[in-house]
């Protein structure tokens, strides 16, 4: 079992930093993919960004430039630095780890449990 515990979203206006955190934690487990996801009252919850074990990344290209993701794979924590905030940015972020059974090798998928992001003009 992973628990998977992210924090940082809070009101900040139009132009703003925020910077949001997420940590995964489990003995039994590897983590492997980690990324933030969000999502809008009335929307389909899409993908914010994502880093690889590896350090491969993938953004959403409504972020690109603006947001920018990184990871400290020793303490299975996964960050996101957001600037130049939009309106349009608010919704609640989740995070999202994949991880490793270390006994059978399958990969499950684990769910923050999310934070509000509100970025007012």
């Known amino acids: 079992q992973v628990h998977v515990v992210e924090s940082g979203g809070g009101l900040v206006q139009a132009g703003g930093s925020l910077r949001l955190s997420c940590a995964a934690s489990g003995s039994i487990f590897s983590i492997n993919d980690m990324g933030w996801y969000r999502q809008a009252p009335g929307e389909q919850r899409e993908l914010v960004a994502a880093?690889?074990?590896?350090?491969?990344?993938n953004y959403a290209d409504s972020v690109k430039g603006r947001f920018t993701i990184s990871r400290d794979n020793a303490k299975n924590t996964v960050y996101l630095q957001m600037s130049s905030l939009k309106p349009k940015d608010t919704a609640v972020y989740y995070c999202n780890a994949v991880a490793s059974d270390l006994q059978t090798g399958y990969e499950y998928m684990y769910w923050g449990q999310g934070t509000q992001v509100t970025v007012s003009s």
């Open positions: 880093i690889s074990s590896g350090g491969r990344l």
